[in-house]
């Protein structure tokens, strides 16, 4: 447990759950730095397309994020009417699910998931090759670096979501204080030179045109810048996060957040063509990222520009943690309509839902090392998932508005939205499809199929156990207790005074096989157990001896046991099985674990009314005079001699 | 099952157990055939040290392996001895156990442990070596071809020593054949021509000496050719095995051993002095063993030639046999005197000590993977193990003399013996000692104290519940019987229905916690459990409720049955815990796991007071009409609806 506390903090108390609750300072790193961080990578995603096209076309990158910025403008004051009308949270999926059916919701849920899974995986490799690009030696270990940070994410996430904000808040503030001191800095420069300023550090120069501008060029620039809107329905989904009143504290949030964002956009654009930027290619020495070339054309490569770029880089490995703190939440909402199994719904000590960090980190993890922790291999995966989510969740907020009736502004807004994120999403599976979407359509469609097969099982079993009448109870019907002896020791005898004690109905069986040299009961059956047990008023119990022609001992006592039931439908058969309880773990590699096997047998093939009964025996260490007394073992209390059978001296860590 | 039935065969019943037995025919290969492959590389590793002293020190071969063989009969001679004085097996370390004490009979028993785990890889590495450098396109898949042939090995003597023997006897007796044919036929040539042979092909040139020779080389190529002698030992060992009268059938196959392995060392000892014949260096390319320069000189490069190099080659890889059927007999030995776990002294389906034979199987294979499967280093570590098994038997033997007094000529035997193989101990340990001797001492001394803990916590447990008095009995008193309660669904009711059969005071307990949406039953209790049960003349089962503050389910349990054991130290507490069984095991993944996490924990940290039963409820699916009624659910054999409870179509075939 030391080790637990150390790595995961002390378990916090029910009680304490409200002080775990955020505002906007916090919620923008925990829930935006996703958003955020991807102004790194969107613009650049254009230019790349748009450089193709010439020097002359590197200027159209205005226009197209000016539709960029309308549209996650719309997402963002979409999402912002979502938080309110669903202030539990749940995001796309419970506004899919409510108004457009269940089938649609566990779509939304589906492609929400992949694309938290993926955000994780290409924001660790952004954020390890920008770091590996600025340290080249470091460039051999990249996987390895890839997911140790990875680990320390998910340490840093179980340990729950208040030192999750702490540890990213400097970064990510840092990250937007520093962009937006860079483009007001540059529009400062643009507007005194009257529209033409010169660059302190000149971009590097323009490529000739390989590709000729043209409509499909302009949309497949669209599709690909934007990759700068994924992660902004993060907020929508972790409502319940932030402090009372949380519609408010979240709406804030969402609204710092695309601000920014739109800043961010509009400014880079405006100063890339001002400064003719274009994008460089990141797979050839001398590689500069627009954001780089930006800088250092407005503020010279001081240290303003090194704490930048190392902010940028920071903030691109953490902005994976917002998948941290969204994808957990989807799957507690999802495991409490029961689409997931309920661990997901279950918080653990630090009031965190530790099992769907634990299987993010994992599939990540999978991902990660599956694509060699490459950003190039993982991004014609990306972006699917996440405009799946808008465009679902858009058309529900439509369908929300038309059952409500008379907000027809509303109703405009989302289904603008609704097209414009659907056509995006047309373009950018199609446009990505061979390179890499297919895997995430795939995974998309299995996830859907999977929740509802949970859904199906989870149903069947709770109709099968289901019962609302009152108890009915036979006429009193004492069980059959079949005790399984090897030799008359103290661990078979504490078993059998159990069964005395709760049946008069007690049968001792003892199985001969040839290699267990076990003496034969039966002479001394009467004298040592049916006599004494006579003695003190209990029905004695019979011994029977079966012969196991296979050296087996488990499954002669599983077919004894069921020959019993058989005999009788009305009855229950109990069979109590005494186990040795040893000291030390290393102790148990000396025995054949028959007593394990045994329970295990009886509990799958003993048949309905068959019941395992499990008596223990302390064989442990004596200590701070822990010695105790046997119930129904009158000589024991006053000798307690050696070979005592005592008790554990304290529960055991690990389920205290 | 069926996988099983394939790859061990059918299992066998122990009435079959007399007809696996054999005679000198199949026991010759198969204990036997470790001793006579050590021919093919004995008289090689003595020559290696004598052709480094020149052409002319060759010739002292003839006395090196005199003296080898005069040792190999006196060894071969007591061994006999032994047998006869030991029918039931045991060898080495019974008659050092039973002689010299305890202590001394578990070092020869490590001792022989190590040997019979480096003859395996030995063996193994020698033959597969002999075959890639026959067929060098195979060379690179050494190491794995190693390790498929010892899962080759292991498969074949998992089914039983019968098939394993019938596997192996055509090669042995060919390998016998061959050899002995080869030799005799030298001789002929020798005689016929006075002593002067003419070679078909010609042996290789002798290199020039390169050490002076002297008693201390001649020592070196005496200890070395004694690795021609381990295997001797295995028959006395494998005494049991044997059809009756075994011990006339033992030592007749002892003999045979002995006899050939003598003719085939002095054969080509006189031969390889008659033709001239040296070793060559085995890491150089066109590298000749000596039995193929010597099969060569006699008979030509024709079929004989090649059917006997296969034959060594199939030898040499199956002489690890003799390991698989000495290793598994002293582990059961161990065992059955508790220096060992039980497992090893029971025989599986086909009647053979599979613990034994796996564990060999992972040992060695740890052994071949960790020395890359290359003979060459793995030879330093060999002989140790044998040598100090034959010096204690020995020295036993000569005990065993002295307390019977009168028989001085078999004591003078062994006492040669003793001091002879001791002597041979002493200068094999030398010279290798850092080469890999250190090694096998090491494990020797760790299998010593390991023995010697595992008897020593198998007699602690032992005087601990040992009990030799009739059972004590106190005054009759019920368990208070605590069933944990999440709803009331039909796998609740049915453990309900069985506390309230074995006690009258049953308490059920329920546990609060946020993030498991349970209903607090204790505003239905009266109406759905207390008053039926009262009605049908039950005690009424009490409602607790324990609210968890740390969202645990399992702790608060386990604390709460401790804290009711410990207000009454003379009454069991029996936690019933309700399970549902599910039909495929991937449906447990929908479950918390509560159901076994409070077994395991009651089990450990209960106390002596606290038993566990375990309530199964099956959730089947029914075929063939399987629907059975539930004890005491009267309304259930009526109605038989959906959701009831259904037994397992047949036993689960691992039980079977």
């Known amino acids: 447990m030391r080790l637990a506390n150390l790595l995961l903090g002390r378990a916090i108390p029910d009680r304490a759950a409200g002080q775990e609750r955020i505002g906007p300072l916090a919620g923008v790193p925990v829930l935006g730095l996703d958003a955020l961080a991807s102004a790194a990578y969107g613009p650049e995603a254009a230019l790349v397309l748009l450089t193709a096209a ?36 749940g995001g796309s999926y419970t506004v899919a699910k409510e108004n457009l059916g269940e089938g649609v919701g ?41 997911l140790a940070l990875l680990a320390l994410l998910t340490v840093v996430n179980l340990r729950g979501v208040r030192e999750a904000g702490l540890a ?115 797979r050839e020495p001398g590689y500069q990222s627009v954001l780089s070339q930006l800088v250092g054309a407005v503020a010279g490569r001081g240290v303003f ?27 507690r909402v999802l495991a409490q309509d029961r689409y997931l199994p309920e661990a997901f719904a279950h918080s653990n000590r630090r009031l965190v839902y530790g099992t769907g960090i634990l299987l993010l980190a994992v599939l990540s993890g999978l991902l990660l090392a599956g694509f060699g922790g490459i950003t190039d291999r993982l991004i014609p995966l990306f972006a699917v998932g996440a405009f799946g989510a808008f465009t679902l969740s858009q058309a529900g907020m439509v369908r929300h508005w038309k059952r409500q009736g008379g907000r027809p502004a509303s109703l405009a807004v989302n289904a603008v939205g609704a097209a414009a994120t659907g056509a995006t999403l047309v373009v950018v599976a199609a446009s990505k ?63 059998l005074r159990f069964a005395l004690e709760i049946s008069p109905e007690v049968r001792a069986v003892q199985v001969l096989a040839q290699g267990y040299e076990r003496e034969d009961l039966t002479g001394r059956w009467e004298a040592l157990v049916a006599g004494p047990a006579r003695a003190a008023g209990f029905a004695p119990p019979r011994l029977e001896i079966v012969r196991s022609q296979y050296r087996r001992m488990v499954a002669p006592i599983v077919d004894h046991a069921r020959a019993l039931a058989a005999t009788d439908r009305e009855r229950f058969v109990a069979v109590l099985v005494p186990e040795l309880i040893e000291k030390r773990w290393y102790h148990y590699l000396l025995h054949s674990h028959t007593a394990t096997a045994l329970k295990v047998a009886l509990l799958f093939e003993g048949g309905p009314q068959v019941l395992v009964i499990d008596a223990p025996w302390y064989l442990r260490e004596r200590r701070r005079g822990a010695r105790q007394p046997l119930p129904g073992d009158p000589g024991a209390s006053r000798t307690g001699g050696k070979g005592r059978e005592t008790a554990p001296d304290r529960p055991h860590p690990r389920y205290a």
């Open 433 to 495: 499809l061979l390179e890499g979407a297919w895997i995430s359509i795939l995974c998309v469609g299995a996830l859907w199929a999977l929740f509802r097969a949970v859904r199906r099982a989870y149903d069947r079993a709770e109709a099968a156990t289901c019962d609302e009448a009152p108890l009915e109870l036979g006429a009193r019907r004492p069980p059959l207790v079949l005790v399984p002896v090897k030799k008359l020791d103290k661990v078979t005898r504490k078993a």
């Open 54 to 89: 010439g020097s002359a076309a590197v200027g159209h990158v205005v226009p197209v994020t000016a539709v960029i910025v309308a549209l996650l403008v719309v997402v963002g004051v979409s999402y912002r009417q979502t938080i309110s009308a669903y202030p539990n949270g």
């Open 106 to 146: 566990l779509l939304a849920a589906a492609s929400l998931a992949v694309d938290y899974l993926l955000n994780v995986a290409v924001a660790i490799s952004a954020g390890v090759g920008a770091l590996v690009s600025a340290v080249p030696a470091l460039h051999r270990h990249l996987l390895p670096l890839c």
């Open 168 to 282: 990213i808040l400097v970064p990510t503030w840092l990250f937007v204080a520093c962009l937006l001191g860079a483009v007001g800095l540059g529009i400062a420069h643009l507007v005194a030179a009257g529209g033409h300023p010169a660059p302190l550090v000149p971009p590097r120069r323009l490529p000739a045109a390989v590709e000729p501008l043209g409509l499909w060029l302009l949309l497949r620039a669209f599709a690909s810048g934007c990759t700068a809107m994924t992660g902004v329905e993060t907020v929508s989904n972790g409502v319940p996060i932030f402090r009372e009143p949380r519609t408010r504290e979240a709406g804030r949030t969402l609204a710092t957040i695309v601000a920014v964002l739109v800043a961010l956009l509009a400014g880079v654009a405006v100063l890339a063509r001002a400064y003719g930027i274009g994008a460089t290619d990141a």
């Open 305 to 331: 520009y090194g704490v930048t770029m190392g902010a940028v880089v920071a903030v691109l490995c953490l902005s994976a943690n917002a998948s941290f703190a969204g994808f957990p939440r989807l799957c």
